[in-house]
């Protein structure tokens, strides 16, 4: 199994921020999640294409450590790699960057499990889809926001 | 037809203030969305019954006007009424104020279509949801956020 | 310390659901804090005034376990308590029911620290807001959304 | 003056779609801001810059008009440019496309006042400013998201 990094470049919006003058702590979860996007048109799918041949990955966990300020217009680079992968269920893990600052500014990670959209119960994951979670990233894969 | 208004109550939450101190603009329509929600309630339905019978209501046009400032833990009253209310379209009209401030601090108004979610085109609103529309509002209509 | 806990009763926006069919999972953060902001008011002071005083309370860890769905107009109840208070910094745990239905749909808890506003950096949280955070709730707190 | 538009790329995030299954209303405007960041920078000037020199931008009046619909992973494509440059105020105007489909999904503009920090009043745009935002955009502006 592959667990390369995908980073995703994000532009912290002034919507995000709060009156305290930095980014929301719930806009995070956003970007794990755009970065989380990004990571699938890496390995040349869509997250769609999941979900048109019948998987929903809904979130069951997720955890988050905030250890700096981000603050609007910042360019922050999201990397996301794919820490395990079970029979039904895939663990994302996040670092979070501001471009030109130094360190790790959060941290985190999600569960998802794989789940029929029918029955809404957890489902093993089809060998087509874990192929394409478990394969390097394109060298040249787009990285447009 | 009733044009009789509907005031929903709703405490600004943090995280829908902008770096500027007071509530970022995007966040009204999500006030006003769920003023339209309680406008449903009290004439005795949900606006899930509507799509349960298989009419979506998406929003063609939107519009607002923003006087006076909205802040953290401001306890705003959203009133809503149906404007006007076409063969195929409806129009709700919004004021917002800030209880114990005095005067309108947001007006806006929505236009919204009635759509088949198969064919995602714009249907004859049915007779019976009609009524549920123009009917005046329960007396008692609880008015939970 | 009293860890009573404090309800707050919200209605779930259609903003708030995704296109698969229920609650996307950052808007749990937001109902998290809009129950916080209720904890304050059960004791008699509001997150506000705390701010007012020189005090910022940012998170610096979240966590969250979904373990139900949560849908559009479900009325759910967030309940909070203050797991820890320590020095500089109180943890909030939450749990999510929705009425009318068994069960836990979701538990969390998230870390604040006390920080000044001009420095940036953690403080000792003064004896007065401490005070106010280990009162009990009032009897008769009132419990608008 | 120069009204020459800056086109801003955007993804759109799971989030930002409702149970309807396209991308819900509130999010379009969080759109045009990120426009109205990018239409800053093309022209040199980041709009904290305005901040820093003690102008606020708040919205007071914002319209769109919704043709057609956005889903999760379009790539989108927010035009702004100034409608208009008042003595204390400006107007962006807006057009939406999606990237490898035909027409304008959404139009919109929104109407900003220049408000100074302190005493919350409309404040005459000092020319330093008025320049920047007459002027037209740099040949490369680099147009990250």
Chains 1, 2, 3, 4 share one sequence.
């Not at 999640?33 to 966990?61: H, T």
């Not at 997720?62 to 269920?89: L, T």
């Not at 990670?109 to 889809?129: C, G």
Request: aromatic fraction near 14%.
């Amino acid at each position: 199994m592959s667990a390369e990094a995908t980073v995703e470049l994000i532009r912290v919006r002034y919507g995000e921020t709060d009156q305290m003058g930095h980014a929301y702590y719930a806009n995070y979860l956003y970007w794990f999640e755009q970065a989380r996007g990004a990571w699938c048109r890496a390995r040349g799918f869509n997250y769609s294409d999941i979900e048109k041949l019948g998987i929903l990955m809904p979130v069951v966990e997720v955890h988050a450590r905030y250890r700096g300020e981000v603050h609007y217009d910042d360019a922050i680079e999201v990397k996301v790699w794919a820490g395990e992968i079970k029979r039904a269920a895939i663990k994302f893990d996040y670092e979070i960057r501001v471009q030109g600052r130094e360190g790790v500014v959060t941290e985190g990670y999600s569960w998802h499990v794989f789940m029929s959209p029918e029955t809404r119960k957890a489902i093993t994951l089809p060998s087509e889809i874990r192929e394409w979670m478990t394969r390097s990233p394109y060298p040249n894969s787009e990285n447009m926001a």
